[in-house]
């Protein structure tokens, strides 16, 4: 059975909805699915899996969670190469411009985004449509 790793930080809990959303996908498509909130996350662990779902909102100023996201992403960067993620994360008042750079800083490091290479975003709270859409997201990557 194919292994997906979903590691995510939400402080209200809206992108820990899309990350139990996203890990419903991944299991309605066959896939053992890992869910992991950030701060029980190894990096090096997480770097041994091919399929990722990396879920965090827009925090800062357009920015990654700057205490335990943006350390661990960092950590995990260099091992992305060859490897499929799926991104996601709610946002409030910005235009997305976090996921943007998230998903070209991905890309960059060589992993395949999926979903187009677009990351999954929410406005607070994730409405039913939003759950649906990260359950596909999670269908596509368990599909990979
Ligand atoms: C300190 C802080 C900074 C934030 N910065 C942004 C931002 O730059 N852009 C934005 O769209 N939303 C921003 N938000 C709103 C959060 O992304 C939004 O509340 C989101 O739903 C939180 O997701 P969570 O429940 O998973 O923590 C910020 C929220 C906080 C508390």
Redesign the pocket.
């Known amino acids: 059975m194919k292994d997906v790793k979903i590691v995510y930080w939400?402080?209200?809990?809206?992108?820990?909805a899309m990350a139990n959303a996203v890990a419903e996908g991944v299991r309605s498509a066959g896939a053992n699915a890992e869910l992991l909130e950030v701060s029980e996350a190894n990096a090096a662990d997480i770097a041994s899996c091919s399929l990722l779902a990396l879920g965090c909102?827009?925090?800062?100023?357009?920015e990654l969670e700057e205490g335990e996201f943006a350390p661990f992403f960092d950590e995990l960067e260099p091992h992305l190469s060859g490897k499929t993620v799926a991104l996601f994360g709610?946002?409030?008042?910005?235009d997305g411009q976090?996921m943007r750079d998230w998903q070209e800083r991905t890309a960059k490091a060589g992993a395949s985004v999926i979903n187009g290479g677009i990351g999954l975003i929410a406005n607070?709270t994730p409405e039913e449509s939003d759950l649906e859409a990260c359950r596909r997201l999670g269908a596509e990557l368990a599909e990979h």
Do not use: K
Not at 57 to 62: K, V
């Open positions: 939400s402080s209200t809990g809206n992108t820990e909102p827009a925090m800062g100023d357009e709610s946002y409030d008042w910005g976090w607070n």
